[in-house]
């Protein structure tokens, strides 16, 4: 029953996806490392450069300076967003 109850705790997302451009993505959270990877194209597009903002945050842009994708660093450690 609690593998039931940790999946349902997914379904937190839903709310959050209405404000999201609608578009497929991944989401790819590695645990060990605590880094969340976004990629807005399915398969991914690799990145030609990257930026480091000052709140750990990767953005990996891609022809054009197309951003393809998020690295969330510290991912666990972030405060839940306030929902409306």
Known sequence: MAVVEESLDYLKFVPLLQDLPKRPFLLLYDA???VLYID????PIS????ELTDDDVVIRYG???E???LTVLHAGDR???KLA
């Open 32 to 34: 060990e490392a605590d």
């Open 40 to 43: 807005f194209h399915n398969p």
């Open 47 to 50: 990145s030609d450069d990257t």
């Open 63 to 65: 022809e054009n300076d």
């Open 67 to 69: 951003v393809v994708g």
């Open 79 to 81: 405060p839940l967003p």
